[in-house]
């Protein structure tokens, strides 16, 4: 399936469905492999000594300004990076954040998922319930009651995917970025560092909602595995494993088109993924900040 030592199961891609009834209920992968995740000006990914292992600690690289690049000495499962702050869930499944401490507040629980967005956090419990924190100024924290398997924050909004595949959003919707079809059932949703957000649908097609003045709500006709959503564009990989990017032509949308990706996070206007031939950390967009300078260790 790869080479070398890097294995990833992106945070947003944390959900399949079994049999083929769409009322049948989504189900949350266990993340026992390695996560990317790109911020808004670093990125983090969990460095596994071999294949076989559970987890692994936790690399960062880029901004660093609040501390968010200097991860702790623990074992991680899964990890998410915001703007000046980043999240894991460790082994033990409770959750560690790091960074500006105003936003990476460390919550009480057990996780199966985490995902960071620009000042606030949301988690999976272990129960399928949603626990959020951080800031609150666009109800980023009025988060749904029910079961989930998968959340997205975005810049004031977040998106979760519902047991049943329907998408419940909440927080800033000036630009309709949180009313989410409901005539739709979806495998994964993204969230959105900017006015929009979009999903993998049931049929495999991506669905986008919210602003769309730089064209970012339309994606190409297709069947597509993920989707990974920046602040004015968005990117999906297709079923030959290549990305098709819309939306605003940027660096953040400067993907290898030679190179084949099993994984797929979009920053700010940086963007990361796992090549499929060799399982390395692939990165592309601004180096402001050292966002390329990917560690050896992951490349």
Known sequence: MFKGHIRVILAALAVIVYGEDVEDVIEHVDIDDTTVSAG?????????VSAADFGGKVICWGSNSMGQAEAPDAEFIQVSSGRFHSCGVKLD?????????????TPEGLFVQVSCGDFHTCGVLKDSSLSCWGANYDNQLEFPTGKFVQVSCGKGHSCALSIDGSVHCWGADRYGQS????????????AAPGDFSCGITVNN?????????RKQREPPNGTFSLVSTSR?????INKEKFVHCWGMKEGVTAVPNHVKFDELTLG??????????????????????????IPIKLR
């Open 232 to 236: 004015l564009s968005a990117c999906g």
């Open 179 to 190: 009313t989410a079809p409901k005539d739709v059932k979806f495998l994964q949703v993204s």
């Open 40 to 48: 808004i000006e670093h990125s983090c990914a969990i460095h596994s």
């Open 268 to 293: 700010w206007d940086h963007g990361c993924g796992i090549a499929s031939d060799t399982g390395k950390v692939v990165c592309w967009g601004s180096d402001s900040d050292g966002r390329l300078d």
């Open 93 to 105: 499944e409770t959750i560690e954040c790091w960074g500006d401490p105003n936003h990476a507040m």
């Open 205 to 213: 097609e991506i669905r986008c909602w919210g602003d769309n003045h």
